[in-house]
């Protein structure tokens, strides 16, 4: 069974930076591939950014240029680097893999 744990939430100020990482265990993580998503109050869960078994990354418009998706699979975990953070990046952030969710981690930016 595939399980997902996401962390590095937390409150940040505008501008400024958090590393989400997201530890996979129950799957043969390095053949598939993670995605980040959030919710934030009131809106649709999107998508952030996708990264695939071969490495090839996609990024929601929004945040091009600002996070960056990665994943290290001899640690079965994926990560978000979110910099130049906007309040408008305030949401729960989820991390997918094989069709499975995290509970996911909290990102607040606010001064």
């Known amino acids: 069974q595939v399980q997902l744990v996401e962390s590095g939430g937390g409150l940040v100020q505008p501008g400024g930076s958090l590393r989400l990482s997201c530890v996979a265990s129950?799957?043969?993580?390095?053949?598939?591939?993670v995605g980040w998503y959030r919710q934030a109050p009131g809106k649709e869960r999107e998508m952030v950014a996708v990264i695939t078994d071969l490495g090839y990354t996609n990024y929601a418009d929004s945040v091009k240029g600002r996070f960056t998706i990665s994943r290290d699979n001899a640690k079965n975990t994926g990560y978000l680097q979110m910099n130049s953070l906007k309040p408008e990046d305030t949401a729960v952030y989820y991390c997918?893999?094989?069709?499975?969710w995290g509970r996911g981690t909290l990102v607040t930016v606010s001064s």
């Open positions: 997918s893999h094989l069709g499975v």
């Open positions: 129950g799957s043969r993580f390095r053949v598939y591939s």
